[in-house]
């Protein structure tokens, strides 16, 4: 629904490729339009872990030396990522531990 050919012949590679994923994956029961459960495994699939994939994140953004583990000194270096977090709930799990 977004592209519009506009007497263009040839379609763009993005058009190809959503059109590629709608087939294979977001139309599961093959009507050609997405339902209400579709849009709903879609936006926030079922088998995607948001807090692994948010903590992985931050291990990667912040682990400088890259052994798998984060030190203090790291956590701090990267302070605004952690405080702008969902898996540190912005900040407030920083403030909330014992050592």
């Known amino acids: 629904d977004m ?3 506009d007497g263009d012949v040839d379609e763009p590679e993005w058009v190809k490729t959503e059109r590629e994923q ?5 139309d599961k029961n093959r009507d050609g339009r997405m339902d209400k459960e ?3 495994d879609w936006i926030l699939p079922s088998d995607y872990d948001h ?6 994140h931050l291990v990667y953004e912040s682990d400088q030396n890259k ?4 030190s203090r000194e790291e956590i701090v270096e990267k302070y605004d990522l952690f405080v702008g977090s969902q898996a540190t709930d912005f900040g407030e799990a920083l403030v909330r531990h014992d050592e």
């Open 51 to 56: 807090a692994e994939a948010e903590a992985r």
């Open 38 to 40: 579709e849009t709903k």
């Open 22 to 26: 709608f087939v294979e994956f977001r």
């Open 3 to 5: 592209y519009s050919h």
């Open 67 to 70: 052994d798998g583990k984060l």
